[in-house]
């Protein structure tokens, strides 16, 4: 059985045998940074109190649990629909997020290297 753990931001594959067949599997683990917790917890929320309204183009929420490799977006900047802000990479694939329309970018809440989970909050818009 394969699953991936992440420590620290960092995301391990990690596999292990077991002789009992009525063992449950487990998907993953996460250990959080120390004061990680909150911060992850409050920027997830904000996405999920949104699900009802997908056409609000104030926040990009992360589609998929990963790491951060790359961040092509500052404060400040003005973007087109579609224009590439972040991609996040998980399992060795990579996924893009990009504008949803054409704005400007008011913060961003995760940097390359940061772990995020689904329905976290990326980014914030004018």
């Known amino acids: 059985m394969k699953f991936q753990v992440l420590i620290d931001g960092k995301v391990y594959e990690v596999e292990a045998e077991t002789d009992d067949d009525q063992a449950a599997p487990v998907s993953s683990v996460?250990?959080?940074?120390?004061g990680a917790i909150q911060s992850a917890s409050m920027t997830e929320s904000a996405c999920?109190?949104?699900?009802?309204?997908?056409?609000?183009?104030?926040?990009?929420?992360?589609?998929?649990?990963?790491?951060?490799a790359q961040s092509r977006v500052n404060v400040g900047q003005n973007l087109e629909k579609g224009e590439?802000?972040?991609?996040?990479?998980?399992?060795?694939m990579e996924t893009r997020i990009t504008a949803p329309a054409n704005v400007r970018v008011k913060s961003l809440s995760v940097a390359p290297g940061d772990a995020v989970k689904v329905q976290q909050v990326l980014a914030e818009f004018e």
Request: aromatic residues 0%.
């Open 48 to 68: 999920e109190s949104d699900a009802s309204q997908p056409d609000d183009l104030r926040r990009v929420c992360s589609p998929v649990a990963g790491i951060v």
């Open 84 to 92: 590439l802000l972040l991609v996040i990479e998980a399992m060795k």
């Open 30 to 34: 996460a250990v959080p940074a120390v």
